[in-house]
C-alpha cells in the first residue's frame, strides 16, 4: 500500500495530567503517516485523487488546539479516528510528542498508535 507522510507539524495545545500544563501553551508535535491508493493520483497529477495534505494538517490542528487532554495517548486517538473518516484512507500511524518541563531534560515524551479499518 502506498504512504503520505506529514513530519514535524506543531501546534500549541493546554493537554495535561497537572494544572500546570493545562494552565499554559505548549508546543506538540505531529506526525502522520496514512495508507492509501496514490495510483490514480499518480495518472491524474490531481489533488482530487489523493487525500489533501491540508485536510491532514488540519485534523491535527483542530485536535491539538481544541479540546484538552490529559494524556497524548488520547490526542493520538482523536487524530487518528477523525483520519480514518476519510475514505480513501485505509490505515493510519500517529505520533504525538511534547516537551513536559516537569521531566527536563528530556527531548520528547511521545507516543505513536497505528489504527486501521475494522
Request: net charge negative.
Given at each position: 500500500?502506498?504512504?503520505?507522510?506529514?513530519?514535524?507539524?506543531?501546534?500549541?495545545?493546554?493537554?495535561?495530567?497537572?494544572d500546570?500544563?493545562?494552565?499554559?501553551?505548549?508546543?506538540?508535535?505531529?506526525?502522520?503517516?496514512?495508507?492509501?491508493?496514490?495510483?490514480?493520483?499518480?495518472?491524474?497529477?490531481?489533488?482530487?485523487?489523493?487525500?489533501?495534505?491540508?485536510?491532514?494538517?488540519?485534523?491535527?490542528?483542530?485536535?491539538?488546539?481544541?479540546?484538552?487532554?490529559?494524556?497524548?495517548?488520547?490526542?493520538?486517538?482523536?487524530?487518528?479516528?477523525l483520519?480514518l473518516?476519510?475514505?480513501?484512507?485505509?490505515?493510519?500511524?500517529?505520533?504525538?510528542?511534547?516537551?513536559?518541563?516537569s521531566?527536563?531534560?528530556?527531548?520528547?515524551?511521545?507516543?505513536?498508535?497505528?489504527?486501521?479499518?475494522?
Amino acid at each position: 500500500m502506498d504512504r503520505i507522510r506529514l513530519e514535524g507539524l506543531v501546534f500549541e495545545g493546554r493537554h495535561g495530567v497537572s494544572d500546570d500544563e493545562r494552565s499554559r501553551l505548549q508546543p506538540f508535535t505531529v506526525d502522520i503517516e496514512v495508507e492509501t491508493d496514490l495510483a490514480p493520483a499518480g495518472v491524474s497529477d490531481e489533488v482530487a485523487d489523493t487525500v489533501d495534505y491540508r485536510r491532514l494538517r488540519s485534523i491535527a490542528r483542530d485536535v491539538i488546539t481544541g479540546e484538552p487532554a490529559h494524556l497524548i495517548e488520547a490526542l493520538a486517538h482523536r487524530i487518528a479516528a477523525l483520519a480514518l473518516e476519510i475514505p480513501a484512507i485505509t490505515a493510519v500511524a500517529v505520533r504525538v510528542a511534547k516537551r513536559p518541563r516537569s521531566m527536563e531534560p528530556l527531548d520528547a515524551a511521545a507516543v505513536e498508535i497505528k489504527r486501521s479499518r475494522a
